[in-house]
């Protein structure tokens, strides 16, 4: 009986100990996804009626909000925003504007360089940074009928309905 | 009876102008300007659909591609006046590119040497300029000395950079400090050797 008791007891405590760890992982695991929800930049400025649409949610932008993948940029008849994005690439848009930005990586440590931004209707300016630097087709902006690649460094793009 | 033809052709005609309306209400198009860098300098751009590729090499050089299944229009010079119209809004808000600016050390010292004050007036004529709540302080080592010494040396070269701008004027909460040791070399040496250009601290002012 001595003997199967002294067996017994360690696994018990083997359990115990165990199970601490795990839940410790584990909130830390959340906590780190959270605290990692990925920067993609900021508003520098803004002027009228100017949005950050997120997860189907809008919010006014104001200076100094962050952004993150998967935002959507909108702003209304008299609307302006200013942002910079995390690789120091710098985006602005005009008024009745809507932009996605589907994807947004900066690590360059380990190698995920990529931005992609989808853009509804309106008019952008955007001027790139490290990512196009770092992969030359690392940028792009897609329209309902096309897509730019980016060699460039500086451009501007407009997109309409053909019947205004 | 006689009613019937009419309602044939409505019946074609009502779903045509449908179909016609639901084409064009999906149509819509792109125009690409290709613009002078901050610097002047001018780029390449390749804008492309699924049916081919335009590139753009001059300034203010556009193209338009009005939907998926037609190449994108020859690139044609546009004026610079009425680029900047159309663009004005999205031009008027587009902010100042970030800067970088780095300040260099003397071996084991944190102490701003009288040029890299002066390099502190571009620092805040930067700030300034752009209005930055964004500013970046980071520290840095070479690979002379033990990892725990240079964290704390490339720390305090960081802080005396931000402790000037904030007697300047600037407000710390803008500010961000970080320290990196000689982890993040700008010229990477084997471990022990003295490299003037890593004892430094780099600012970005966004």
Redo the contacts between chains.
Sequence with gaps: METENTSFEPKLEFMKFSLIPICLVFILVIGMAEANEPRAGFVKNVSGQAFIERNKVVTAAKVKDMLRENDILVTGNNGAMGVILQDNSVMSIGSNTRLVISKFAFEPANEKLSFIAQIKKGTVVYLTGLIAKLNHSGVRFETPAATCGIRGTHFAIKVEDSGN | MKNKPLLRIRNIILPLVFFLLLI???????????????DG?????????VKG?QT??QAWQATV????DRI?SEPKLLEEEK?RQ?????????????VSFIIYFRTDRSALSTESLTLLTKVMDAILSRKS??IIISGHTDAVGAIDYNHRLSLRRAKAVADILIARGIDRQNIQVTYHGKGNPLVPTPDGRPEPRNRRVEI?V?
């Design positions: 064009s209400g999906c149509a819509s198009t792109t125009q690409v300007v290709l613009l002078p860098d901050p300098k001018v780029g390449t751009l390749e804008v492309s659909n590729t753009l090499n591609s009005a939907s998926m994108p680029v159309v663009f004005r809004e999205a031009l008027e808000a587009e902010p100042i590119p970030p709540t964004d970005t966004r």
